[in-house]
């Protein structure tokens, strides 16, 4: 059975940094194989991609209004993806999701609809 499963969120102040955590188990193929991704959603809006690694972390790709300021890594040996949260902004304020799909290619899909396997998520807000 397949899990995501994150934590990291809380409430914060602008200007202040978090480290989100996907930790991922059960996946039928080893975890390089896999593209990961983190969306997230705001009440009343659709969700929307953040950042993605792809398969054997060989491509990293960022929302343009995240670029700069977050950044996603992985840990094969703890199966497990990150986000780091740098200089948080109000419009950050969000729940965020972890979502995985095995990937023949480098190139990782931003779409959430092209991802099969996703968690819970956790909340993240920054006030001003």
């Known amino acids: 059975q397949v899990q995501l499963v994150e934590s990291g969120g809380g409430s914060v102040q602008a200007g202040d940094s978090l480290r989100l955590s996907c930790d991922v188990s059960g996946l039928p193929y080893k975890m390089y194989m896999y593209s990961v991704a983190w969306f997230r959603q705001s009440p009343g809006k659709e969700r929307e991609f953040v950042a993605v690694?792809?398969?054997?972390?060989?491509?990293?790709n960022y929302a343009d209004s995240v670029k700069g300021r977050f950044t996603i890594s992985g840990d094969s040996t703890k199966s497990t993806v990150y986000l780091q949260m740098n200089n948080l902004k109000p419009e950050d304020t969000a729940l965020y999701y972890c979502?995985?799909?095995?990937?023949?290619?480098?190139?990782?899909?931003?779409?959430?609809?092209?991802?099969?396997?996703w968690g819970q998520g956790t909340q993240v807000t920054v006030s001003s």
């Open positions: 979502a995985a799909r095995y990937s023949r290619t480098a190139s990782p899909p931003k779409v959430a609809g092209e991802y099969d396997f």
């Open positions: 690694i792809g398969r054997s972390s060989i491509v990293k």
